[in-house]
C-alpha cells in the first residue's frame, strides 16, 4: 500500500467505479446515524454521497495516501479527511456506519483485519464493503504476465497485488463475529470509451504499483507493450470497448 496514487487518473472514470459504492449503501440500513466513516476514501468523490445520504451525521474521510487526501480536502466540502493507515485507524469512540470501497483487496491478509474494523462499529451499526474480484481477467493476467518477462522480472518483483475473496468467505468471517451479513456479487459491463480505456482504467488502480517501480524508458517499453496486448484482449466496437468487472458486496449489521 505504499506506491503513491494519482487522483486525476483514478477519476477518468468516476462514473464506473462509483456504481458500486451507491449499490453497496442501498444496502446498508442505518436511519439515522451520528457518525459516518468512509475508510479508504480516495479523492472523496464518493464520500460526499455519505453527506448527502445522511446530512445530520458527522462524516469522516481516512486514506493512506496524503494525494488523495489533498484532492478530497481541495473539494471545498465540510467532510473531514484525515491521512491513516486502516490496519491501525481507529477512532475515538465506535461509529454508527464504517464504509470501506474497493479499498480491502489492497490490504494483504484483511481477512484477519475484520475483527478489529468490526470492533470500530457501535452495537447495533453497519459495516459494509466492496472489493473488486476480478483478477483472472485479462486486464490483470496481460499485466501480471508481461512483469514476469525480461526485462520487468526483477524489477516488478514485490509489487503490490490486490486480492479478494468470494461472497461466502465474507460472509463466513463476519457471522462468526456475530454480525448478520448480507453478501453478493455483480459483474458490471463497463462500456469505455477513449484511447486505449481499458489501459487508462488499470492504470490508475491495479497497473499502479507495477508503472511505479518500473525507470523512465523501460517504463515507456512496457506501457507500450501493454497497450497491444489490451488492445487485442479488449477490441472496440461501435459501441465502445467492454470490460466487464466482477466485484464482491458485503454488508453487515453488528450484533446489539
Not at 484525515?82 to 481477512?111: C, E, F, I, K, Y
Amino acid at each position: 500500500m505504499s506506491h503513491r496514487w494519482d487522483p486525476d487518473r483514478y477519476l477518468a472514470f468516476a462514473d464506473e467505479r462509483g456504481r458500486p459504492f451507491l449499490d453497496l449503501l442501498a444496502r446498508v440500513g442505518a436511519a439515522d446515524p451520528r457518525t459516518v466513516v468512509d475508510l479508504g476514501c480516495g479523492p472523496g468523490n464518493l464520500t460526499c454521497l455519505l453527506a448527502d445520504r445522511w446530512p445530520d451525521a458527522q462524516v469522516l474521510g481516512v486514506d493512506s495516501s496524503s494525494e488523495m487526501i489533498q484532492k478530497a480536502r481541495a473539494t471545498g466540502s465540510t467532510i473531514e479527511y484525515d491521512v491513516a493507515d486502516l490496519r491501525d485507524w481507529q477512532p475515538p469512540q465506535p461509529v454508527d456506519v464504517l464504509v470501506s470501497n474497493a479499498t480491502l483487496q489492497w490490504v494483504p491478509g484483511h481477512l484477519d483485519l475484520l475483527p478489529r474494523l468490526v470492533e470500530q462499529v457501535r452495537p447495533g451499526g453497519w459495516f459494509a464493503f466492496q472489493v473488486p474480484a476480478n483478477f483472472d481477467e485479462p486486464s490483470h493476467t496481460i499485466r501480471a504476465g508481461l512483469a514476469a518477462e525480461e526485462p520487468y522480472r526483477a524489477l516488478t518483483a514485490g509489487a503490490a497485488e490486490p486480492t479478494s475473496h468470494d461472497p461466502e468467505t465474507y460472509v463466513a468471517a463476519l457471522t462468526a463475529l456475530g454480525c448478520t451479513v448480507d453478501a453478493w456479487e455483480t459483474t458490471y459491463l463497463h462500456l469505455l470509451t477513449g484511447e486505449d480505456p481499458v489501459f487508462t482504467w488499470v492504470s490508475g488502480t491495479s497497473a499502479r504499483p507495477v508503472l511505479a517501480l518500473l525507470p523512465d524508458g523501460l517504463r515507456e517499453e512496457f506501457v507500450a507493450e501493454f497497450k497491444h496486448r489490451l488492445r487485442a484482449a479488449y477490441p472496440e466496437h461501435p459501441y465502445g470497448v467492454a470490460l466487464p468487472f466482477r466485484r464482491v458486496f458485503a454488508v453487515a449489521q453488528v450484533p446489539a
